[in-house]
């Protein structure tokens, strides 16, 4: 009996000591920033847009939100719009835009509409002329609702482009600051 208590209490430790010198080989740790240290200054330009997604001021929207969440989250890097004097550069397009309806009233109406934004996004850094991070299709969706009243309409469509904006600019922003990989070495 006094084995099993020695065993019950001793259990806990066992298994975080096993649990801990288990996982020691799997972890490597995030790098403080993705992009080498020697990059100070980040281009955000105009973004571009092909055919598919024209569309008026979608292009603007995402490179302000770049711009915006670079100077919110970048950890001191410094945003300016032309490539002149910088060390790398975020350059994206728009290369589709797609609106439609997903759900329908009794009556047979759309009332739930979906917005996707299909981007591009390359960070380049300029000094090296390397590829850092390159994504040809990042997909955002957003959706809304309209209102049955007439009366109460209120166009959902550019807060929704709005807000994809925002998700673009904090998921690619993230993989600047998070890092762009992990580190090899412990």
Do not use: H, W
């Amino acid at each position: 009996m006094k084995l099993l208590k020695i065993t019950f209490r001793s259990a806990p430790i066992i298994i975080l000591l096993l649990l801990v010198s288990g996982f020691t080989e799997c972890y490597k740790p995030v790098t403080n920033s993705g992009l080498p240290k020697r990059i100070k200054t980040v281009a955000v330009p105009a973004f571009q847009f092909e055919v598919e997604g024209a569309r008026y001021r979608v292009e603007s929207r995402f490179t302000e939100a770049i711009t915006k969440e670079i100077i919110k989250r970048g950890r001191g890097l410094k945003v300016q719009g032309s490539r002149e004097n910088a060390d790398a550069v975020v350059e994206g397009t728009i290369r589709n835009f797609s609106f439609s309806g997903v759900l329908l009233d009794r009556n047979g109406r759309a009332r739930v509409y979906e917005v996707t934004i299909v981007a591009a996004v390359t960070i380049r850094d300029l000094d090296e002329n390397k590829i850092l991070y390159d994504n040809q299709n990042f997909i955002f969706r957003d959706s809304f609702e309209f209102s049955e009243d007439p009366r109460s309409f209120f166009n959902e469509e550019d807060p929704a482009v709005e807000r994809i904006a925002r998700s673009f600019a904090e998921s690619v922003v993230s993989t600047i600051v998070n890092g762009l990989g992990v580190k090899d070495e412990k």
